[in-house]
């Protein structure tokens, strides 16, 4: 039942973001520069039917071969378009003819703009349940990402262990969904208004954690998270005192993470140059690394700096070649924290 019912919200009842009742599908992140010039390049058709619930474009992109799992009209395939450059290629996927059928139209259009002999996008249609079925090469894609879409899943594991397999070693899953604080109730998954609202899909966090590590992601890390706010008062009702996050998170195809974070005593210094970052470089929420400046890490995050498209940016101090146990301050962020709800018991490793 649920995906036809999101095929009808987003193909038939959503014309615009501002047909939207809750602020679950908008962002409010304030992307750098170069980010926020390349979204001015996307076209005002597709831009319009951006439903995204936050930044899902991470930095670091020349050349980059990149898969957009719920691509919608395509706005942030074209805006990748732009950042990967002629060198590299985007790939969107969605299930959803109508909203298809808008980037098709503009695809030849954006790729006359950024000055392209020919489009450097490609978009398939297919569900996000199903990617083994699709035409897309094992272990092919060195970034996937996705905007408030895994949420609307019938078989969310199912996405996150197609998204594994699709990327090559190094690789990430970099993405913004909506999470909720506990389990969402049956009667609510089958309303068809809070499910296309991005809401009653939501995973609850812990279930989140689970499910990405089962699938083979280890130590997932929060770069940014909002609570959100139900604007129609029908809704509010309706989900009552269950709260919700939207979450920008990472997830890097990485063997030999650990559970804990770490500590091997070594450090990073940055050298700077990642486009947008000049000063400080950030990881996650919790790793803000300034440029020049050795900065303690553990063993996972020193694995996510230099087993990556990033390892050009950081020099490594320390041998690791002997352990000093827990990483100190090992804590991760209550993402459902708000002005006077009481904090929760952190979830997760994150040094």
Same mark, same amino acid.
């Given at each position: 039942?649920?995906?036809?019912?999101?095929?009808?919200?987003?193909?038939?009842?959503?014309?615009?973001?501002?047909?939207?009742?809750?602020?679950?599908?908008?962002?409010?992140?304030?992307?750098?520069?170069?980010?926020?010039?390349?979204?001015?390049?996307?076209?005002?058709?597709?831009?319009?039917?951006?439903?995204?619930?936050?930044?899902?474009?991470?930095?670091?992109?020349?050349?980059?071969?990149?898969?957009?799992?719920?691509?919608?009209?395509?706005?942030?395939?074209?805006?990748?378009?732009?950042?990967?450059?002629?060198?590299?290629?985007?790939?969107?996927?969605?299930?959803?003819?109508?909203?298809?059928?808008?980037?098709?139209?503009?695809?030849?259009?954006?790729?006359?703009?950024?000055?392209?002999?020919?489009?450097?996008?490609?978009?398939?249609?297919?569900?996000?349940?199903?990617?083994?079925?699709?035409?897309?090469? !094992?272990?092919?894609?060195?970034?996937?990402?996705?905007?408030?879409?895994?949420?609307?899943?019938?078989?969310?594991?199912?996405?996150?262990?197609?998204?594994?397999?699709?990327?090559?070693?190094?690789?990430?899953?970099?993405?913004?969904?909506?999470?909720?604080?506990?389990?969402?109730?049956?009667?609510?998954?089958?309303? !068809?208004?809070?499910?296309?609202?991005?809401?009653?899909?939501?995973?609850?966090?812990?279930?989140?954690?689970?499910?990405?590590?089962?699938?083979?992601?280890?130590?997932? /890390?929060?770069?940014?998270?909002?609570?959100?706010?139900?604007?129609?008062?029908?809704?509010?009702?309706?989900?009552?005192?269950?709260?919700?996050?939207?979450?920008?998170? /990472?997830?890097?195809?990485?063997?030999?993470?650990?559970?804990?974070?770490?500590?091997?005593?070594?450090?990073?210094?940055?050298?700077?140059?990642?486009?947008?970052?000049?000063?400080?470089?950030?990881?996650?929420?919790?790793?803000?690394?300034?440029?020049? /400046?050795?900065? !303690?890490?553990?063993?996972?995050?020193?694995?996510?700096?230099?087993?990556?498209?990033?390892? /050009?940016?950081?020099?490594?101090?320390?041998?690791?070649?002997?352990?000093?146990?827990?990483?100190?301050?090992?804590?991760? !962020?209550?993402?459902?924290?708000?002005?006077?709800?009481?904090?929760?018991?952190?979830?997760?490793?994150?040094?």
């Amino acid at each position: 039942m649920n995906k036809q019912v999101v095929q009808q919200y987003y193909g038939d009842i959503l014309k615009s973001s501002s047909d939207l009742r809750t602020d679950a599908c908008t962002t409010d992140a304030a992307p750098p520069r170069h980010v926020r010039e390349a979204l001015a390049r996307v076209h005002d058709a597709v831009s319009e039917r951006y439903y995204g619930c936050g930044l899902a474009i991470p930095a670091e992109l020349e050349g980059l071969r990149v898969l957009d799992l719920g691509c919608g009209a395509g706005r942030d395939v074209y805006a990748l378009a732009s950042l990967v450059g002629p060198g590299g290629h985007v790939t969107g996927v969605d299930m959803t003819a109508e909203q298809l059928a808008v980037a098709w139209a503009y695809e030849t259009w954006h790729a006359v703009a950024l000055g392209y002999a020919s489009p450097n996008t490609r978009f398939v249609e297919g569900e996000l349940e199903k990617l083994d079925a699709l035409d897309l090469e !094992p272990a092919s894609f060195d970034l996937i990402i996705s905007n408030c879409v895994i949420n609307l899943c019938t078989d969310k594991p199912a996405a996150f262990r197609a998204a594994h397999r699709l990327l090559k070693p190094g690789g990430e899953l970099y993405f913004s969904d909506v999470y909720a604080d506990r389990r969402i109730p049956a009667d609510l998954v089958r309303d !068809p208004v809070l499910y296309g609202e991005c809401l009653s899909g939501a995973l609850y966090w812990g279930d989140y954690q689970a499910v990405a590590i089962a699938a083979g992601f280890g130590d997932p /890390r929060v770069v940014d998270h909002r609570p959100l706010a139900i604007l129609d008062p029908v809704l509010k009702a309706r989900v009552g005192p269950i709260r919700f996050a939207s979450v920008t998170a /990472r997830l890097f195809k990485l063997d030999g993470l650990e559970p804990a974070c770490e500590d091997y005593g070594q450090a990073v210094i940055y050298r700077g140059g990642v486009e947008g970052m000049e000063d400080v470089f950030t990881l996650d929420g919790e790793h803000h690394i300034e440029q020049g /400046r050795a900065f !303690p890490v553990c063993g996972n995050t020193l694995a996510m700096l230099t087993g990556t498209r990033f390892a /050009r940016y950081f020099d490594v101090v320390g041998t690791g070649e002997r352990h000093y146990g827990l990483f100190p301050g090992c804590a991760a !962020p209550d993402v459902f924290a708000a002005a006077g709800l009481p904090a929760q018991a952190p979830v997760g490793g994150c040094c």
